[in-house]
């Protein structure tokens, strides 16, 4: 799926989101204070190779390169993106979150504590591994200098770092720097009004889910675990006796709704149900950390290709009793009206890849 609007390409930057089954690029631009989209590819791995870009084998990250590097070209070079300036997401799965918290103690002492700590939370050796962290939560009274803390500490393999190294090089892409996921969904869909709320950002793939807690803007947990689309549409094939392409085709005609096709519905139901029961156990998890306790989940988000399924946001607020919606991420972006459909269509996909490359206009 390509576009190709707006023959001369400004200056802008790019966000790359190599997924199990398929691979998006956004690039982005200003326009005075708009954010413009000026190009949009994605290529999905079964149409070319019959095998998903990416796996975990054994909780480690193998990309196949070669098919991830001429899949990436094809989408530069068919949607005639100049832009060689790229952000790239680092897959949720792939990366380790954790929060913790502090005594009392100055800013400039964090990094020393955050270091003394990440040893007893991150189950590698620390040289394997790059960190990240930010503050979540600051106690004492307002202004004072010293305060306990919360911390959200990130780190990644290094091992999978260079995985994207090389694959930015092969594909003569200059890599300005990467994120877990969850930066760029976020960026992408928590907007001012999610700013003040507190929101479960969830993002249903292909081969995983991770579910999000984002509290005025703040990422405070997220976990990522291995049920997702393609699951689901094996659940299908099974019950139903289709073949996979069949089941795949179901899944997105009748989804979960109540109505023409219940056998679809049936039997995908234990596996929502099991993401459902992942999105209650942490919403509730959140609200005891809390330090007030009173803390509620006000919103739902749904990201990424499988929420598009007919009938699931309705089918989650019906469960889960709060609202739920599909997001899209191109609500505040400028774009030709003419892409509006197409745009609110994929949009749950796109995501990443727009949030992700919106960092190069922060
Ligand atoms: N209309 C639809 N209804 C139901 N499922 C859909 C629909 N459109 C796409 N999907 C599913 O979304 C999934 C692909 O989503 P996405 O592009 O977010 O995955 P990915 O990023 O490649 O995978 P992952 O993030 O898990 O590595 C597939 O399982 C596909 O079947
Ligand atoms: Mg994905």
Redesign the pocket.
């Known amino acids: 799926m390509f576009s190709d609007f707006f023959k001369i390409a400004p200056k802008g930057f790019l966000g790359v989101?190599i997924?199990?089954f398929?691979i998006k690029v956004v690039e982005v631009s200003r326009a005075g204070k708009r954010r413009k989209l000026d190009n949009y590819g994605e290529i999905q791995a079964e149409a070319l190779y019959e095998k998903p870009f990416r796996t975990f084998e054994q909780s480690t990250l193998t990309i196949s390169r070669q098919d991830v590097v001429r899949s990436l070209n094809a989408i530069l070079r068919e949607a005639r993106i100049k832009s060689r300036q790229a952000y790239f997401s680092i897959?949720d799965f792939s990366t380790f979150f954790t929060t913790f918290s502090l005594p009392a103690m100055t800013e400039e002492e964090l990094p020393q504590a955050i270091s003394f700590e990440a040893h007893q939370h991150i189950p590698l050796p620390l040289r394997e591994v790059t960190l990240d962290w930010q503050i979540i939560e600051k106690g004492g009274e307002p202004g004072a200098k010293i305060t306990p803390f919360k911390i959200l500490l990130v780190a990644v393999p290094n091992e999978v770092i260079e995985q994207y190294q090389v694959i930015a090089q092969d594909a003569k892409l200059e890599l300005l720097s990467l994120e877990a996921?969850v930066f760029g969904l976020a960026r992408a869909l928590i907007g001012e009004r999610e700013k003040k709320e507190t929101v479960v950002l969830i993002?249903v793939?292909?081969?995983?889910t991770t579910i999000n807690i984002i509290d005025q803007g703040i990422l405070k947990i997220s976990h990522s675990f291995d049920t997702s689309g393609n699951d689901l549409t094996n659940l299908i094939s099974k019950g139903l006796n289709l073949d996979y392409q069949q089941a795949e085709e179901a899944k997105k005609k009748y989804g979960l709704t109540a109505s023409e096709d219940m056998k679809t519905r049936e039997a995908m139901l234990p596996l929502i149900d099991l993401i459902l029961n992942e999105i209650k156990k942490i919403s509730s998890s959140f609200s005891q950390t809390e330090k007030t306790g009173q803390k509620e989940v006000q919103k739902i988000i749904l990201a990424?290709?499988t929420a598009l399924m007919p009938g699931l946001a309705e089918y989650f607020f019906k469960e889960l009793q709060k609202p739920v919606v599909v997001a899209d991420p191109f609500a505040n972006i400028y774009y030709p009206p003419i892409l509006e459909k197409n745009l609110k269509a994929m949009g749950p996909?796109f995501g990443?890849a727009l949030g992700t490359a919106l960092r190069g206009l922060e």
């Open positions: 989101d997924g199990t398929s897959p996921e993002d793939g292909a081969r995983s990424g290709g996909n990443i």
